[in-house]
Every structure is written in structure tokens, then in C-alpha cells.
């Protein structure tokens, strides 16, 4: 007898509304982020991963639910990627999570994730490689680890995916090179950004998203147990100052190498930079 059809699987996308960081001011006085009349944006490198998981649901079927923790303007986030074709999306919002870094976020949504396999499993979880607002990188991997997936992270391409077999071949961008990684379901994978393109959302996507009810969770709904882990409570970073770099007093030097061969605008350059900083001569010679 043929082997039976794997049933379609089950993507989880997590996604965070993010200031545009095009406009992010710092304030002068008081050192903190201006987000007021900043518009926010979804997570660009989110919508890589939710790309990604919308071209495997493409090709073998799948469910794809995206996930965002944050507070109820968020939602619009998640209607955004409604639209570009994910069938189900969460947002856990609760005054227990604010003030949450990475370490209290990841515990939030592992527990999300949790909830929302009770009733599919969950296959593959997605992440962008950071937020444009943190950089940290730290909250996929921290998914990882709690739930016990598999991590993949910096993921430029996935090169085969194989539902029945369980099992995935990425190309993971390494200091140096690119490994090829090949590991078993479930998972979870961290795209970088250059990997895919969005595409447009869809008309029927556009007016589904603008009907859809977007479930919103507090930390009852959502799974959570322990509240010190939550928020500040749970939160062993500490953010001391934040600033914009001074701008540089010194002004760019103009050099006028008309009629010189490369070599002598070389030699020429570096007689220049070592008139001025002999300590840089000094440490190459030593």
C-alpha cells in the first residue's frame, strides 16, 4: 500500500512592530528613543522569514500562523501579514510584559508557542535574524532553546524541504563561508535579510485581513505561569543610556593627486596619515 500523505504542516512566524528606524530621533536631554510620530513598521526581516514560510506552504501545503508579542497597536502588524497570506495570527499583549529584553520575550512567546501547538503541532517556527530596533539576535535562538527545537540561524537559503521525511537542508552564512546544514523537524529558523522578496499582497488577502478577528492573548491565554519571568521582573538587562554618535569635529581632508601614478598616490597617502598619527607608523613597525 502507498505510504499515507504527512498532513500539512504547521508554521509558527514570529513578528514584532518595530519603529521606523529611517525616523527614530534621540532625545536630547533625557537620552531615551522619541517614538512619538514615529511610524511603526513590521520587523523587515520578519517579513523575510514569513515569506519563506509562505513558499513552503505553497509548495506542500501548511498552516501558518504569525505570532507578535507587544502592545494592542501591534495588531496592525499582524494584519499586515494577514494580508500578505498567513492564515492565523496571536498577539499576546498584557501589562505583565512591558519593560521584557530578550531573555523575558523569548520565555513569553516559547509559552505562545506552546499554547498555539496544543492544537497542531507546531513544525517549524520562523524568525527574522534580529529587530532593527534591538540587534540582538538573541530572541530566536532563546525560542529555540526553550521549546528544544533545532536551530537554524542566519539561514540564506533553504534548499529542501522534506515533510514526509521529516527533515531540512539550509545554507547558513558563517564568518568565512556558508554551511550547508541538514537537520530534522521541527525546527526553528532565522532568515537573513536578501534571502527572498514579500510578495504583493493579494486582493482577497487585503480584505480578509481588514475582517479578520485578531486573537489577542493575555498571559493566562497565552500559557504563562511564572510572571517573574515576565517583564522587568524577568528581565536581567538593563538599558543605562541610550544616544546618537557625536558628529565628527574633524573635516574630510581633499588630496589632489592629479598626475600621480597609483603607487605614488599610495606612497604619498601614507607619508600624509603618518605625519599626522605617528603612533599608527609606530605600532606598524613594532
Same mark, same amino acid.
Given at each position: ?23 527614530? #530621533? ?7 528613543? *522619541? ?33 507578535? *508579542? ?60 534580529? !529587530? ?27 534548499? %529542501? ?11 547558513? #552564512? ?15 529558523? !532565522? ?7 514579500? %510578495?504583493? &499582497? ?5 480584505? %480578509?485581513?481588514? %475582517?479578520?478577528?485578531? &486573537? ?12 517573574? #519571568? ?16 557625536? &558628529? ?12 600621480? !601614478? ?25
Amino acid at each position: 500500500m502507498p505510504s499515507p500523505m504527512p498532513s500539512p504542516m504547521h508554521i509558527v512566524v514570529c513578528v514584532k512592530q518595530v519603529p521606523d528606524s529611517s525616523q527614530i #530621533r534621540v532625545h536630547p536631554v533625557t537620552n531615551t528613543i *522619541m517614538r512619538q510620530g514615529v511610524p511603526a513598521v513590521v520587523n523587515p526581516y520578519d517579513l523575510v522569514s514569513l515569506e519563506e514560510a509562505l513558499r513552503i506552504r505553497d509548495r506542500f501545503g501548511a498552516r501558518v500562523t504569525v505570532l507578535s *508579542m507587544g502592545p494592542k497597536m501591534a495588531v496592525e502588524a499582524l494584519r499586515k501579514c494577514v494580508s500578505y497570506g498567513a492564515d492565523d495570527a496571536v498577539l499576546i499583549t498584557d501589562r505583565v510584559f512591558a519593560g521584557s529584553d530578550t531573555l523575558a520575550t523569548s520565555y513569553a512567546l516559547a509559552s505562545a508557542i506552546r499554547t498555539i501547538g496544543a492544537d497542531k503541532p507546531v513544525d517549524m517556527v520562523f524568525c527574522g535574524k534580529q !529587530t532593527i530596533d534591538g540587534d540582538t539576535a538573541q530572541v530566536g535562538p532563546g525560542i529555540a532553546r526553550r521549546l528544544g527545537l533545532q536551530q537554524l540561524t542566519y539561514v540564506a537559503k533553504i534548499e %529542501r524541504v522534506d515533510p514526509q521525511a521529516r527533515e531540512i537542508v539550509v545554507h547558513r #552564512r558563517a564568518e568565512g563561508g556558508v554551511q550547508v546544514m541538514h537537520t530534522k523537524l521541527p525546527c526553528l529558523v !532565522t532568515m537573513m535579510e536578501g534571502a527572498n522578496t514579500i %510578495r504583493f &499582497a493579494g486582493m482577497d488577502d487585503m480584505f %480578509r485581513a481588514a %475582517r479578520c478577528a485578531i &486573537a489577542e492573548w493575555d498571559h493566562k491565554a497565552a500559557g504563562i505561569a511564572e510572571l517573574a #519571568r515576565c517583564g522587568l521582573k524577568g528581565s536581567p538587562t538593563v538599558v543605562k543610556k541610550v544616544f546618537a554618535p557625536s &558628529a565628527k569635529a574633524v573635516k574630510a581632508q581633499c588630496f589632489d593627486g592629479a598626475g600621480k !601614478t597609483p603607487r605614488e598616490l599610495v606612497d604619498a597617502l601614507l607619508a600624509r596619515m603618518f605625519e599626522q598619527h605617528p603612533s599608527i607608523e609606530e605600532e606598524i613597525a613594532s
